[in-house]
């Protein structure tokens, strides 16, 4: 159901789906999610941290 897989979806190879997902599909609704990449420094991990908490509005 990710988009990064349409294409192996229209080509029917090397993608299949087991049962209905509706936990996963309920993850990917009510998830918030934060993209991150191993190269990321301290640094830039504290700066993504603290740009959060200032938008949720909590002071830490």
Same mark, same amino acid.
């Given at each position: 159901?990710q988009? /990064?897989?349409?294409d $192996?979806?229209?080509?029917?190879? =090397? !993608? &299949?789906?087991i =049962?209905? *997902?509706?936990?996963?599909d309920? #993850? $990917? &609704?009510? +998830?918030?999610? #934060?993209g /991150? !990449?191993? =190269? $990321? +420094?301290?640094? $830039? *991990? +504290?700066?993504m941290?603290?740009?959060l #908490?200032?938008?949720? =509005?909590?002071?830490k």
């Open positions: 159901r988009p /990064v897989f349409d $192996m979806r229209k080509r029917a190879e =090397g !993608y &299949r789906v =049962g209905d *997902l509706k936990h996963t309920r #993850i $990917m &609704r009510d +998830s918030f999610w #934060i /991150v !990449y191993p =190269g $990321m +420094s301290d640094e $830039m *991990l +504290s700066y941290a603290d740009t #908490i200032h938008a949720c =509005g909590r002071k």
